[in-house]
Structures are given as structure tokens and as C-alpha cells.
């Protein structure tokens, strides 16, 4: 009897989870780059009444006979699907159309044998750097900006990184465009072109794209930020449109992939069950109250 008293409360503790996770996925329904998080169950153990019996010459077999004792919250997964693209015209707005994730960096340490200080305003020294040794995320937000230096980098000040040469994903460095540049622009294999004062066209760099076998085993950081792990089964940085990695659109965003009829519905149902295990616990609770009233 008390056992129905626990199993309604470990329901109510994973609904809840869920309903958290249903609420985070609603709040950044127009979040740009965002991927929902999904809640699913397991059963908890199970407590034996009797054990199975095989069949002999003389009766057949018996089933065990266990009694569940509630469920437990299994995973929670970041479900890494496309989300719809919107249209911006800003040419610093990048959208993937694909697989892969924009590597953004900041505290760049130089691989440089002299041990130079990387300085982000000089053009000069933003090639060759370690991002072993540098703090490196991940995202899908390609929400980018001009630093008053010329760099490439997102909301929260992190340089996007690239190819210093194009087809060089070997050569890492911090794109730049210069102050002299007339107009630029980014192509969909990630080549960043511009006019020089000369109106002649040049090449910046090329975007590098970060590719994972797991996605779903990146870790969320914040500021539409993810960070590597052992379990994200990270591949390398390559080039956009190359080895089944995205191409990028300019002027436009990968929105987020929340899906506000989905996400309802599954509100509705985590409501409901949430409901049913508070029954549970109710009506077990009548029942030892009339266990206590017996000897009126």
C-alpha cells in the first residue's frame, strides 16, 4: 500500500523535470541556434513476489510476479534537428544549412615558438593559434559583428575562427576584415571576400566548421554556447560544403527548433501525469485512513 505512496511520488518528480524542460524549450522558442531538450522515463527496480519457475514433465512454467516501484528520469537529450532559417539581410548573419557548428574562442593562445602575446588588433598576428590552449565553444547562432579592431565575433565578444588560407583548416586564425575594406562578403562555402581600397577583391579567410559524430553529447553552456566532451565524438574542423559538413547562408539565421503545437501537447500530457500521480498518493492516503479508523 505504502509502495503505490512512492511510486506516485517518484511520477511526480519526473513530470516535473519534464515540465521544467518543456518550459525552458517554450521560453527560447525565438532563440537563434537553439536545439530543444527532450525528458524520457525508465522504470525503477522492481520488487520480487515470486521468482519464474521453468516447466517440468509434469505443469508448465510460472511467470515471475514483481511489483514496479515508479519510474525514474532516464535521459535528457538535445535534439540537434534543423531549425527554419530567417531571412535578415544582414551579411554578418550565418545560417547552416547541415551538418556542423561554428567554433568561437576567446583567451587565443598563439602557437608561436617565440611565445609572442596574441593582439587581436594587429591583422599580422592573427593567423597560427593554438586552440588546445585557447577557451573554445561551439554553436549554431550565427549571429556575428564587426569588433572596433575589424574581428568577426558574436554577442559576447568571441572571435569566429577560420582558415587563415582558403583550404587551410590546419592554419587557425581569427577572421579580418579591414578597416579599409569597402564591402564584404561570406560565401556558402564559408570564404569571407571583400573590396580593398583599390576596389579589388580579396580573401579574408574561410569559415571553419566543427563536425561531431554525437552531437547530442555536447555540453549546454549558455549564450547559446556548447562545450566539447569525451562523448560528442568530436571529428575536426573542416570546410563548409566538404566531407558532408553544412554550407553557410549569409543574411539569414537558423532559428530555433522548439516547436510551440509539439511542446503544448507535451505539456498537456505532462500535466495530466503529474495529475494521476497525485491521485495515486490521495487515494493511498484514504486508504490508511480507514486502516486507522478500524477499531472506531
Do not use: C, W
Request: aromatic residues 6%; negative net charge.
Amino acid at each position: 500500500m505504502l509502495r503505490s505512496m512512492y511510486a506516485g511520488i517518484s511520477g511526480m518528480k519526473g513530470f516535473q523535470t519534464k515540465l521544467d524542460v518543456i518550459g525552458n524549450n517554450i521560453a527560447n522558442v525565438n532563440t537563434a541556434g537553439f536545439k530543444k531538450g527532450r525528458v524520457t522515463f525508465q522504470d525503477m527496480m522492481s520488487q520480487m513476489s515470486s521468482g519464474a519457475q521453468g516447466a517440468t514433465d509434469t505443469r508448465g512454467g510460472v511467470n515471475p510476479a514483481q511489483i514496479g516501484l515508479g519510474s525514474q528520469m532516464g535521459s535528457i537529450d538535445n535534439i540537434h534537428t534543423q531549425g527554419f532559417r530567417q531571412t535578415t539581410n544582414n551579411p554578418l548573419d550565418f545560417s547552416l544549412e547541415g551538418d556542423g557548428m561554428f567554433v568561437v574562442a576567446s583567451d587565443i593562445a598563439r602557437d608561436d615558438p617565440q611565445g609572442d602575446i596574441f593582439d587581436p588588433s594587429n591583422p599580422n598576428e592573427l593567423d597560427n593559434i593554438n586552440l588546445d590552449n585557447s577557451n573554445v565553444s561551439y554553436t549554431r547562432a550565427g549571429n556575428f559583428y564587426l569588433d572596433t579592431n575589424g574581428n568577426i565575433v558574436n554577442s559576447d565578444g568571441l572571435y569566429l575562427m577560420g582558415s587563415a588560407n582558403q583550404g587551410d583548416t590546419g592554419n587557425i586564425s581569427a577572421l579580418n576584415i579591414p578597416e579599409t575594406a569597402q564591402s564584404f562578403s561570406v560565401q556558402t562555402n564559408g570564404t569571407v571576400n571583400y573590396i580593398d581600397a583599390d576596389g579589388n577583391t580579396q580573401v579574408a579567410g574561410q569559415v571553419a566548421l566543427a563536425s561531431f559524430s554525437n552531437p547530442a553529447g555536447l555540453q549546454k553552456a549558455g549564450s547559446n554556447l556548447y562545450l566539447n566532451t569525451e562523448n560528442a565524438g568530436y571529428t575536426g574542423l573542416s570546410e563548409p560544403e566538404t566531407d558532408g559538413v553544412a554550407s553557410i547562408v549569409s543574411g539569414s539565421l537558423e532559428m530555433s527548433n522548439v516547436d510551440l503545437a509539439s511542446e503544448f501537447t507535451e505539456m498537456i500530457t505532462a500535466q495530466r501525469g503529474f495529475q494521476a500521480n497525485t491521485r495515486i498518493i490521495t487515494t493511498s492516503d484514504e486508504i490508511l485512513q480507514e486502516l486507522v479508523n478500524l477499531k472506531r
